[in-house]
T-cell receptor, first 117, second 113 residues
Framework: GAVVSQHPSWVICKSGTSVKIECRSLDFQATTMFWYRQFPKQSLMLMATSNEGSKATYEQGVEKDKFLINHASLTLSTLTVTSAHPEDSSFYIC?????????????FGPGTRLLVL | GENVEQHPSTLSVQEGDSAVIKCTYSDSASNYFPWYKQELGKRPQLIIDIRSNVGEKKDQRIAVTLNKTAKHFSLHITETQPEDSAVYFCAASPSGSARQLTFGSGTQLTVLP
């Protein structure tokens, strides 16, 4: 149980284009999902908290207009990187709180590696 | 906000030896402390967690200890094996409904055969 999928796993795009990343909880409902960014050999940095049916909460320094988050259902959150630039190249990982009684445990998706040329 | 510090950044041990990774946190309201293992290019995997109402938890070769007074917690891996080689992250989560995690900077563990 508590499986989180993410799609796509790899994406290469040209500078200026937008990229959408999907995060799905496969066997449970997640009212809250989280989006992280990880640079090589660095820790996971929380970008935003995605809440089903409401606006996402962004961490300080994260541009909400650049990283659009939509959490339209209890099993799906999407992150859209708008007008991507080479500095947006990174590993993007989502997570969801899994289970009923263990509401604090976060299960991670496999990540999406974005390369902007 | 919460700040989590993790040491050491790299750790090499001989196969069969023990490994210890330590973390400190700043927010005394934090009450949930998970540890994740991340292999290169893969997702972080939860390996053990502890809540603030207990001081120690063990799962086979892995154990975590928590000292709430000193605001630090540690991961102990005994009888290390080459497949334990990975990056380990500690994290802390404050009480309340936000359920956010603040991660430490990570420890690259290498188990030498």
């Amino acid at each position: 149980g508590a499986v989180v999928s993410q799609h796509p796993s790899w994406v290469i795009c040209k500078s200026g284009t937008s990229v959408k990343i999907e995060c799905r909880s496969l066997d449970f409902q997640a009212t809250t999902m989280f989006w992280y960014r990880q640079f090589p050999k660095q820790s996971l940095m929380l970008m935003a908290t995605s809440n089903e049916g409401s606006k996402a909460t962004y961490e300080q320094g994260v541009e909400k207009d650049k990283f659009l988050i939509n959490h339209a259902s209890l099993t799906l959150s999407t992150l859209t990187v708008t007008s991507a630039h080479p500095e947006d190249s990174s590993f993007y990982i989502c997570s969801a709180n899994g289970g009923l009684s263990n509401g604090k445990t976060q299960y991670f998706g496999p990540g999406t590696r974005l390369l902007v040329l | 906000g919460e700040n989590v510090e993790q040491h050491p950044s790299t750790l090499s041990v001989q196969e069969g030896d023990s490994a210890v990774i330590k973390c400190t946190y700043s927010d005394s309201a934090s009450n949930y402390f998970p540890w994740y293992k991340q292999e290169l290019g893969k997702r972080p995997q939860l390996i053990i967690d502890i809540r603030s109402n207990v001081g120690e938890k063990k799962d086979q070769r892995i154990a975590v200890t928590l000292n709430k007074t000193a605001k630090h917690f540690s991961l102990h891996i005994t009888e290390t094996q080459p497949e334990d080689s990975a990056v380990y992250f500690c994290a802390a989560s404050p009480s309340g409904s936000a359920r956010q995690l603040t991660f430490g900077s990570g420890t690259q563990l290498t188990v030498l055969p």
